[in-house]
C-alpha cells in the first residue's frame, strides 16, 4: 500500500489543481466539502486513520495533514476572491453605462459679494497694501468725531446711524453700527506709524429705506495710503487699475467734486461703463458713466487727530460700495436680490 506521506502529497497536488481550475463558486464550494468537508472529506478521513499509526508516525503525518489543510484553505479562499472579482469585472462591463448621466454633487461656494470683494481686496493687496478690518459696534468717536464730524456737523444727518441702546463707550457716549469702513482707517493710523497702505473689507448699517439700489445693511471696501509726496495721481493709478481688473475695458475713471468731511479734496469717481463701452445705455443712464466710490486726500485734520504730522505725510483714501460693484459687473438689478437667499439666484455666480 501507498505510504500515507505520499498519498497525502498526492491528495494536496490534486486538490490544488482541481480548486484552481474551478469554474465557479458552486464548483468551488463541492471541491471544499470533497476535500475538508468534517464528515467525509478526503483529508478528514485520512486524519482519522491516524489513530491506528505509531506515535512518531502520528506526529509527522499529523503534521503533514495540518499543511495539507493549510494550504488547500489559502487556495480556496484566493479562488474564491478571484471567482467574485471577475464576476463584479463582469457585471461592470455589462451593466456599467458611462455615457449616463452622472448624480449632481451639491458644491458650496463664496456668497457673490464675498467673491466680488476678495477680487476688490485682491487688486490692492497685489499692489502691496495690507488687510485690516475693525468691528462692526464702533464709538461714536472713530465712526464720527476722529474723521472730522464733531457732534453738531451736519454731515452726521447723512448718515441715518444705528444706535446700540444702553451700551456707551468710555466717554459716556452711546455706541453705534459703523456707518462706514472709514473708522478702521482711525483705528489703523492710531496704532500704526506712517507708512500706511491698507484696505479694509466689511459690512456696515444705515437707518434707510430700502429699494432696487439701496439697503440698511450694505458693504464697502475702504482703501487708505498715508506716505511722503502722495497726491491725487497716485489715487486715480489704483483707482484705474482697480477699474481695469474688475471690469476690463481700458480703465477709464472720472473724478467729480464732491464732500466728505474727513477729505479735502472730496470727489466721488465714476467708471467708464463697459456695458456700453461709454457710449451710454440704460444701465449707466445714457452718461456713458457708473458711480462706484467716495474717495479723496486725507484731512490733515484726521491726520493731526491720530498723531500724524501733515507737513511730512500725506494720503488718499477711498471707500467702494461693494453691492454697487457686484450689481455692475453681474449686471443686477435689484440690490434686494443679495440677501435673499434664494438659491436659484446664488447659484448663478
Ligand atoms: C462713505 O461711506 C465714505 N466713507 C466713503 C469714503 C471713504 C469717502 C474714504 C472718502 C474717503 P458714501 O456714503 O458715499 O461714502 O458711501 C460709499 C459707497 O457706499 C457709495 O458710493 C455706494 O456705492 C455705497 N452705498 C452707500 N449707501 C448705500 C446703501 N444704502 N446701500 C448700498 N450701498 C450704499
Redesign the pocket.
Known amino acids: 500500500m501507498e505510504p500515507l506521506k505520499d498519498t497525502l502529497q498526492t491528495l494536496q497536488d490534486e486538490a490544488l489543481r482541481r480548486i484552481e481550475s474551478a469554474a465557479d463558486a458552486i464548483a468551488l464550494e463541492s471541491l471544499r466539502v470533497e476535500y475538508l468537508g468534517r464528515k467525509e472529506g478526503r483529508l478528514t478521513q485520512i486524519l482519522r486513520s491516524l489513530a491506528q499509526l505509531s506515535a512518531d508516525e502520528k506526529k509527522a503525518i499529523g503534521q503533514q495533514s495540518n499543511q495539507v489543510k493549510g494550504l488547500l484553505e489559502e487556495a480556496l479562499t484566493r479562488k474564491q476572491e478571484s471567482i467574485e472579482k471577475e464576476k463584479i469585472d463582469l457585471s461592470l462591463k455589462t451593466s456599467l453605462d458611462l455615457t449616463l448621466p452622472a448624480t449632481p454633487w451639491m458644491r458650496g461656494k463664496c456668497h457673490p459679494l464675498t467673491q466680488v470683494m476678495d477680487d476688490i481686496v485682491s487688486v490692492f493687496t497685489r499692489l502691496g497694501f495690507n488687510i485690516a478690518e475693525g468691528p462692526e459696534v464702533e464709538t461714536d468717536f472713530n465712526n464720527f468725531t476722529a ?1 472730522n464730524h464733531p457732534p453738531d456737523h451736519p454731515a452726521r444727518d ?2 441715518d446711524t444705528f444706535y446700540v441702546k444702553d451700551f456707551k463707550d468710555g466717554a459716556n457716549v452711546p455706541l453705534l453700527m459703523r ?4 473708522p478702521v ?1 482711525v483705528r489703523y493710523m492710531t496704532t500704526h506709524k506712517p507708512p500706511v497702505y491698507i484696505v479694509s473689507p466689511g459690512r ?1 448699517f ?1 437707518h ?1 429705506a430700502v429699494d432696487a ?4 445693511v ?3 471696501v ?3 495710503a498715508i506716505d511722503t509726496d502722495i497726491s491725487l495721481a497716485d489715487l486715480k493709478g489704483v483707482l484705474s487699475l482697480f477699474a481695469k481688473s474688475l471690469f476690463g475695458g481700458d480703465g477709464g475713471i472720472r473724478f467729480r467734486p ?1 464732500y ?1 468731511p ?2 479735502e479734496p ?3 469717481v465714476d467708471i467708464s461703463c463697459t456695458l456700453c463701452q461709454g457710449k451710454g445705455c440704460s444701465v449707466c443712464k445714457n452718461t456713458g458713466w457708473i ?6 486726500l ?1 484731512n490733515p485734520k484726521v491726520l493731526r487727530t491720530v498723531g500724524y504730522d501733515p507737513e511730512q505725510v500725506s494720503g ?10 457686484a450689481m455692475f459687473k453681474y449686471g443686477i438689478n435689484d ?1 434686494r436680490l443679495f440677501y435673499e437667499n434664494d438659491l436659484r439666484f446664488l447659484k448663478q455666480f
Do not use: W
Open positions: 474723521l447723512s448718515h456707518t462706514h469702513t472709514s482707517q456696515v444705515r434707510e439700489t439701496h439697503s440698511y450694505f458693504h464697502q475702504e482703501g487708505l464732491s466728505f474727513f477729505v472730496g470727489i466721488e458711480e462706484m466710490l467716495g474717495a479723496g486725507v488718499y483714501a477711498f471707500g467702494i460700495g461693494a453691492e454697487r460693484v440690490i
